[in-house]
């Protein structure tokens, strides 16, 4: 098939730049492809929501009807835990830019589902259940459209009966809408050397529960982060609790992919989180209704790579644009999308949408990460302490109009973070109880994933016996660990013997992997389209 513009990714980015550009144009063909069994499966965010990005794209959405988000937050708290007690931090003491008053509490899976509808009554042709694989390039090295995978392929890499081929799609445009560490987005980064000036991103794992809590306890509007415990002052993440309708509660946990002691486990961490006292009083009494797991971007300002390239560009959390100190990132999704279309009708016969790559950091995406950006690279440095040092930062800014800091480069990549065993204090997890805290198979089933078992494992290993020859001697092999869905074993014989495990059907598209790993080994690749998580409401 051939079109104007095809988008991979049906998530806030894809769509609105997708509604962008048949409001600007309506004669443009544009197609979104999406690996996700439909619109949102795959979507999950905390999400206390900046309209901004839905005002500018939508301006009538607060008058629909079926308008995704109707909650806004009325109490902002913020507090730093120790193994037993919670202490208040003063809202006085954040920046204006902080504030959460005008936001929503929501669904960015409702937000997705909305924005899908209103896409396609423009005519945007909207393919989901559809995995891109590859990135197609003319004779000139142009990127000139994308590849979904073939189906009913067996784990022996061979056609079943079901076998079904995949379809090229050529457009004068790709937009990559991937979000976080997306496979075809680092093929054309590599390939462009999109990330020669900007170097390396920088990554979190956040991990999200949803609870429906006893009579009393939900407070809709109520919003609460937290630092500190149960982390330690070096490594860097914190909590998220978000009061929704409907007796409802988001319960979530970030953890910094940099950090060091290899025998951490974000998953656990999470788990400890909720035996808080503050939180074992929210939860007692309520169920846990649904679970997932996503990476984050959250270099900022200064790891954005070039975004345009020739044929397309990155846009949204494929280009880096989440908000580390506020923990957002969809409004400046929609935004991005949003600027990418107007760049591609006003510049239809250039090679690339160049005013997009000129322009996003005088726009309000680069007015809301500019003054942020040295927050991370101080917090990976000094810890809670570096935590503090950003808040003066983004004071200076407030109040000065800049930092004497400048901007502040990142120092590692993620993977590179890691202590060998031998160096680090091991931690040890209790069990869980199944009432507070659970295990990793049971929160994966609440995540509704779901793969065709007979294909090939789409989690590829550049040398299959690396994780145990190298990995499990100096590390432990972290993959048991900082995977949050039970993907990665190490299994011992009788004999003595050990060997590497890959239960590539709990995967939830994550991507920790692919981030972590001490050696680079693992590469995600999307699986058979429409495999994955299924996440109603996250």
């Known amino acids: 098939m051939t079109c104007d513009v095809v988008i991979v990714g049906a998530g806030p980015a894809g769509l609105a730049a997708a509604i962008r550009l048949k409001q600007r144009s309506p ?24 309209p901004v990005g839905l005002d500018a794209l939508l301006p009538g959405w607060r008058e629909e ?13 913020f507090a730093f835990l120790t193994r037993e007690r919670a202490f208040s931090v003063p809202e006085m003491l954040f920046p ?67 076998f079904t081929p995949g379809m090229e799609l050529r457009a004068r445009y790709t937009l990559l809408a991937e979000g976080a560490r997306g496979s075809l987005s680092k093929q054309v980064i590599a390939r462009h050397g999109l990330d020669r000036d900007s170097g390396f991103q920088k990554y979190g794992l956040g991990i999200k529960e949803v609870w429906e809590v006893a009579p009393g306890k939900c407070h809709p509007g109520l919003i609460r982060h937290t630092v500190g415990w149960p982390l330690d002052r070096h490594t860097g993440g914190g909590s998220f609790v978000y009061h929704g309708a409907d007796q409802l509660v988001t319960v979530g946990f970030v953890v910094h992919l940099d950090y060091a002691n290899p025998t951490l486990s974000p998953f656990d961490e999470f788990q400890r989180f909720k035996t808080h006292p503050s939180m074992r009083d929210l939860l007692a009494g309520g169920r846990r209704v649904a679970y997932g797991a996503r990476a984050l971007t959250e270099g ?5 790579p070039r975004v345009a390239f020739p044929g397309g560009a990155l846009i949204g959390c494929a280009a880096g644009f989440m908000n580390v100190a506020r923990i957002k990132g969809s409004h400046n999704a929609i935004l991005s999308g949003m600027q990418a279309a107007d760049a591609i009708v006003a510049e239809p016969d250039l090679a690339e949408p160049r005013s997009y790559e000129a322009g996003w950091r005088m726009s309000a995406i680069g007015r809301d990460l500019y003054p942020v950006r040295n927050v991370k690279p101080l917090w990976s440095r000094f810890g809670l302490a570096g935590l503090a040092l950003g808040g003066l930062d983004m004071w200076a800014h407030a109040l ?4 004497v800091l400048g901007t502040l480069r990142h120092r590692k990549a993620d993977h590179a973070s890691l202590r060998p065993r031998a160096e680090v204090t091991p931690i040890a997890y209790p069990n869980p109880d199944g009432v507070l805290t659970f295990d990793r ?51 011992v014989a009788a004999d003595g013997a050990a060997s590497f495990v890959i239960n590539a059907q709990n995967c939830v598209h994550c991507k920790t992997c692919d981030i972590k790993d001490p050696a680079q080994n693992i590469t995600w690749t999307p699986p058979e389209g429409g495999g994955g998580p299924n996440y109603a409401n996250m």
């Not at 290993?461 to 972290?478: K, S, V, Y």
Request: charged share 25%.
């Open 65 to 77: 009807d079926d308008r995704p988000l109707r909650q806004e937050v009325v109490e902002d708290r």
């Open 96 to 162: 204006a830019r902080l504030s959460n008053k005008g936001c929503f509490v929501g669904s960015l899976g409702e937000v997705t589902r909305y924005l899908a509808g209103r896409a396609e009554g423009l005519g945007v042709e909207i393919y989901t259940g559809f995995a891109a694989t590859e990135i197609l390039y003319d004779e000139t090295g142009r990127v000139a459209g994308i590849a979904t995978g073939d189906m009913g392929i067996g784990k022996d890499g061979q056609p079943t009966a079901a």
């Open 300 to 304: 900022g300002w200064q790891a954005v």
């Open 27 to 50: 004669e443009l063909q544009v197609i979104v492809v999406e690996k996700g069994a439909e619109t949102g499966a795959h979507i999950l965010s905390g999400v206390v929501m900046d």
């Open 400 to 403: 000065a109009g800049g930092s």
């Open 441 to 491: 198979l049971s929160s994966v089933y609440l995540s509704g994933v779901n793969h065709e078992e007979n294909q090939p494992c789409h989690l590829r290993l550049a040398d299959p016996l690396l994780p145990i020859r190298e990995n499990l001697p100096r590390f432990g092999e972290p993959a048991r660990l900082y995977c949050p869905a039970g993907v990665y074993e190490v299994a």
